[in-house]
């Protein structure tokens, strides 16, 4: 055997069998941005080349072995490697142990083999077969044997350069007491962390947020070893290892002359145990769906929003090729995939991956399926193993095998036959809303059996949406990723080209609109300066101008602000938004213009592709399909706005009548009632007449939420979720505040723009200026009043897909996406310089005064 098969360099593949856990896991590392000291690993093979043949017919019978001595070719290769690692004669070096089982998921073996620290290189031979030796100890044996690890037990050893620590420690990624993934436990000491790991001596113990913040701390002696920067640098280590490994990490560091090194690290083994003993672990998210709901939300619309996505993704899973038997057993994750937190929609995460789950091919498909959910953050692994069915037999994968086979059939039946259902999905859309009957004249048996008609006709046979946005997530993905495999930057920047000028998509039409509007009322400068103030009146000024804004009105008059949420005024109530869009895109000399470039797709890509015709032609292929499926998408999302407006206005009516017969104080109470309690009153089911007293106690209720901080975009809450929210058991979460000159998101549409930035938290109180650069956590079709004047746009949340992606396209808009923590790093005023084609922003100029809206 070869003298290298002995000994493997940090840089070797991680292995498990080859170097063990604890030295794979170093190497995992070293492939990462992550301060390791140098280190070798001492494979198992030469501890198996220093036995005889007596002592590994020991080792079959798992007995014990007796003196183990290195033969010559172990020898040498142990002192060589040692050498190159000590560069002078006064370095000292640390000896791990690190066995195959060692450091893993299930069971850690801390402490149950010997390491040993500040080794002279002369004591190197001696101290691995000391390694070597505790690998076989009574109580080692009992350990491997109780977490079911009775296997051949081949131990291999790591030699590692020390750290003269200032100070040293532990920290841990979750409690690994309670289990609480929100709270980060850092143990530290000074000098070496071998004391504190033995128990030998307390030291300080920090508890922090995930953003570093210290909650609290327990200090072993009077002053605190730690300060908050480098209590943040150790948390952000932790965290980093975490993302490496994608499982909660417990870490070894130490700090030497201010340079911070990772020792090792393992999975934190018993978050399993505490999961399966202790309260149920509940994860809560509001990735995407806080741009449909944001803020505190009405009872109503929570509970219209939850029915509709119960039902809607039950009809989801039945296109997917989904057993009514699966679903029936999901009803309860189907029933709770939204969760009302202090007022706020979150999404259930653990229900959403239950549902995920049925889908065939999950466990192939999960990143798609993640990300057509929209979260940031997937579920941590140990959490979504536990969701899943045990280890699948072979009957059960061919099963689940064919299954997805169907459901691709499926699919490609689907895509086929998919004009034909939006088009009876529009049929029955126009039935639906075409109702001959005022609602206004409507009495309120009538009007609520007009609602139940929406859900029969609608909500329940949600197809054409549900189909198209499914397909749109794959052609929209598949061919930007052949178009950036193939070409590049440049195929990416081709593939945003491509994605303008729709021509009939529907979202761009409201800036078309208004345009046009501004454009007749840029003739008259006083109706441009009363239009500016907001004053409707000024309207009535120019006959041309008021045949625009009433038809304007007739077809988007519902398309409004946050337009999922049912108490939302739309510009029927107000039109102040609308009035000042149109008044200060007529004071602008120049005014953007919708974009109407039909790039013949075929040409453009052969171009680029000039060498491949293969790949040319399935290129533009997809790249057709995704541009025919992003136009009924967001064509569809408006009928989706229409049906929502049709449920305020009935709801609205029923307030009306509430309020006629003194059941509430004024219609719009009605918000805080909840859409069964609403029919249960007047189908005859409610168990309660007061509904006067029920909204004053949620108005009530709600002034608390509006008056509290939100909830963090993502917390875990354990046990029943009462208890959680009405205690805050969440831990809330410091926003990410960017400290750099510039910074990347994904850039949306090309073009350079450099100018001052309009911070914008309240778009109803917002006025943005010519020129300015509009910044926004998230936007929503309501906002396109705001983006007749933005000069560019920056948007802290949102994908490719989101509308203020696909909107600022149409409209030749420069923009950005998803930079987190923006808000906080722009104030208003600052003048920066971003680039809508790199998604690069640099910050030239900052603003000192905090005017933002």
Known sequence: MAKLDYILASEAPPDRLSMGGKAAALAELGAGDFTIPEWFVISPQAFLACLSQKQKKALDKGESVGEICHTKPVEEAIINATKALVVNKSRLLAVRSSATAEDGEEASFAGQLESYLNVPASEILEKVCDVWYSAFSEHVSHYRQTFDHGEDWIPAVIVQRMVNADMAGVAFSADPVTGDRNTCVINATQGLADRLVSGEVNGDTYYTLRDGVLEKQMLGQKSALLDQKVITEIVKLLLKVEGHFGLPQDIEWAIECDVLYLIQARPITSLKHLSLIGEQVTIWDNSNIVESYSGVTSPLTFSFARYVYEHVYIEFCKFMGVSQAKIECENDAFRNMLGFVNGHVYYNLLNWYRVLALFPGFKMNRKFMEQMMGVKEPLPEDVVQSILAAQPTLWEKITDGAS????????????????????????????????????????????????????????????????????????????????????????????????????????????????????????????????????????????????????????FGDRCLQELKLESQTLHDDPTMLLQAIGYMASREKRPQVLDEHIDIKSAVSTLLRHMPLKAWAVSTSVVWAKARVRDRENLRFERTRVFGRVRLIVLEIGKRFHELKYINCPRDIFFLEIPEIMGLVEGSSTITDMAALVEMRKKQQQIFESQPAPPNRFESRGAACHSFKTKAYKFEASEILDADSVKGIGCCQGVVRGPVRVIHNPREAELKPGEIMVAQFTDPGWITLFANASGIIVERGSLLSHSAIVAREMGIPAIVSIDGVMTWLKTGDVVEMNGATGAVKRIECEVDDDQE
């Open 404 to 555: 997805f086979v169907r459901t691709l059939a499926g699919l490609i039946k689907h895509q086929i036959t998919l004009q034909r259902t939006i088009s009876r999905f529009y049929t029955r859309l126009e039935i639906a809303l075409s109702s001959s009957e005022q609602l206004k004249e409507l009495p309120l048996d009538q009007l609520a059996k007009e609602y139940r008609m929406l859900e029969g006709r609608l909500l329940k046979q949600w197809d054409a949406p549900l189909i198209n946005d499914f397909l749109c997530m794959i052609a929209f993905g598949l061919s930007r990723k052949l178009l950036e495999k193939y070409a590049g930057e440049k195929g990416l920047n081709l593939h945003n080209d491509i994605m303008i000028g729709q021509g009939d998509i529907i979202s761009a039409e409201p800036a078309i609109r208004i345009g046009k509007m501004a454009s007749i009322a840029a003739k008259d400068e006083k109706t441009v300066q009363r239009l500016i103030a907001g004053d409707a009146a000024a309207i009535e000024t120019i006959p041309e101008l008021k045949i625009e804004y009433l038809s304007y009105l007739q077809k």
